[in-house]
């Protein structure tokens, strides 16, 4: 209806509702959406003003800010995101990747290394002239030592607490090994099997005694292999393997005193080599090869052979002849893992180092604890072994 006034009533009222509520609302929007690009405060100003994250991304998330400020100030629809995001984000083999729709990007897992490790129990004990091999540094993740024993960990599943008892699990044997303790010795010690598939042992012992014909206290070597020894058949179709094909043979393990050692004990891989695959009640192996992660035990200064590196940490190599003629070489970190570590080992390129037999035979790998005295208590939550790819 025409008004003489030459305004309709309902168009008047329209107006005023649109002057007076909807206007102003749209501003105020308008105004916060123009602050929070500028000045990029928080998280949304960050991604509005191409601030969060890395160069890479910083440009992408300055155009799509600007498309979602652009379509918001324009009153148009929009659902504020890209529906496929082509770029990757992030450093090379740790991309971003975005699935369409979705409100974050989170990184791709990149290339884990796979590893070796795994645990023997000891016989007696063997070396060479060797050239000093390179020195590079590498890292192991130690952090500081319990200034106190700690709680025991998991619920154990399975306990055995009796001289040469066994848990056999895949291709893993645990072993009560007690070879250096003579009849008549008190100590307790034991091996055990989580429910959470983490493992390992505990020993006590306080009063060692000497084995008869022996001038020194010999180790005990409670511990974990996989594969098998010169006196026990193997679990693994990896071993036994030749010399000559254990190039890329790498053992990791990550571990933790849950109570603290004390004593003279160490941590290390044990290896025998033999010219035969086969097990026997009175073997004759020809070498033995440990790898010393930690502890406090030592070895004679005169079988000092120089410093060599796996191309991840660097070893001081001791080497000698056993009265038996079996070679000894024990290749010790010279930053020795503290008591709670992730250790990787290129088993391959030290035992490159030795020159050995090619055709001997390794039959498995053992790591443990050689414990002359004192106590303690080790949890190992990941050990694995791969050889040519494969893991075991």
Request: proline letters at 7%.
């Amino acid at each position: 209806m025409y008004c003489a006034t030459g305004t309709c009533p309902l168009v008047y009222y329209v107006n005023l509702v649109y002057s007076s509520v909807v206007k102003p609302i749209r501003g105020m929007l308008v105004a916060g959406l123009v602050v929070l690009a500028v000045l990029g405060t928080g998280s949304y100003g960050a991604f509005f003003s191409g601030q969060a994250g890395d160069s890479a991304t910083s440009g992408r998330a300055s155009e799509v800010g600007a498309a979602i400020l652009q379509n918001l100030v324009s009153g148009s629809p929009t659902d504020a995101r890209p529906s496929v995001l082509t770029e990757s984000y992030g450093s090379p083999g740790n991309e971003l990747a975005t699935v369409p729709g979705s409100d974050a990007a989170k990184p791709a897992l990149s290339s884990l290394q796979l590893a070796v490790v795994a645990g023997l129990g000891k016989a007696d004990a063997g070396g060479s002239n060797l050239p000093v091999g390179t020195t590079e540094k590498g890292n192991v993740d130690a952090p500081a030592a319990p200034s106190q024993p700690q709680e025991q960990g998991s619920a154990a599943a399975i306990v055995k607490n009796k001289a040469w008892d066994n848990i056999d699990f895949g291709p893993r044997k645990l072993c009560n090994n007690v070879w250096g303790v003579p009849d008549g010795e008190t100590l307790t010690s034991d091996i055990y099997l989580n429910n959470n598939s983490s493992f390992g042992w505990s020993w006590t012992r306080l009063d060692p005694k000497t084995r008869p014909g022996n001038e020194f206290v010999l180790p005990m070597y409670p511990s974990v292999r996989i594969g098998g020894s010169p006196w026990d058949a193997s679990n693994s179709t990896y071993f036994p393997m030749k010399a000559d094909d254990s190039g890329s043979l790498v053992l990791e393990v990550s571990y933790a005193y849950t109570t603290t050692p004390t004593g003279t004990y160490n941590l290390a891989y044990d290896l025998f080599l033999s010219d035969t695959d086969q097990p026997s009640s009175t073997p004759k192996p020809n070498a033995e090869v440990m790898i010393w992660l930690h502890g406090s035990l030592g070895q004679p200064a005169d079988a000092f052979k120089g410093d060599f590196t796996d191309g991840i940490n660097i070893y001081s190599l001791y080497s000698f002849v056993m009265a038996n003629g079996r070679l000894y070489y024990a290749f010790v970190l010279k930053e020795p893992a503290q008591f709670q570590a992730n250790v990787t080992v290129n088993a391959g390129r030290l035992l490159g180092a030795l020159n050995l037999d090619p055709n001997w035979y390794i039959h498995g790998v053992e790591l443990g604890n050689e414990v002359v005295d004192g106590s303690g208590r080790i949890e190992i939550s990941r050990l694995t072994a791969t050889v040519n790819g494969r893991q075991i």
